[in-house]
């Protein structure tokens, strides 16, 4: 339900921007997010856009990422931009509901719809 794409290799400080194109999700109540699984890592949570379309971010990406979306086209963007070899990861989007409002800086709640993933390799 949810299919990602632009992911690649980059050289260090380079640029990527990743869609994920979902249905229906992006006009119900679900926090929209974007989170990555380094090798030996746990997935985080690294954006977020919240019900009410506030957006997020970890520390990690802050300043450097965008997350963004178009109803339009029923798409979800990362703009990722001075990446380093520490942003190399397995990319994923997802469209999450819960009871709670985002309460950590990018990070959606609940449970919901995920993609299969996107690699991104900065090095």
């Known amino acids: 339900q949810l299919v990602e794409s632009g992911g690649g290799s980059v050289q260090s400080g380079g640029s990527l921007r990743l869609s994920c194109i979902g249905s229906?999700?992006?006009?119900?109540?679900?926090?929209l997010g974007w989170f990555r699984q380094a090798p030996g890592k746990e997935r985080a949570g690294i954006a977020a856009?919240?019900?009410?379309?506030?957006?997020t971010y970890a520390d990690s990406v802050k300043g450097r990422f965008t997350i963004s979306q178009d109803n339009s086209k029923n798409t979800l963007y990362l703009e990722m931009n001075s990446l380093h070899p520490e942003d190399t990861a397995m990319y994923y989007c997802?469209?999450?509901?819960?009871?709670?409002?985002?309460?950590?800086?990018?990070?959606?709640?609940?449970?919901?719809?995920w993609g299969q993933g996107t690699q991104v390799t900065a090095s």
């Open positions: 856009i919240d019900t009410d379309g506030s957006t």
């Open positions: 997802a469209a999450l509901r819960s009871n709670a409002p985002v309460l950590l800086p990018g990070i959606c709640p609940g449970s919901g719809y």
């Open positions: 229906a999700y992006f006009h119900g109540p679900y926090c």
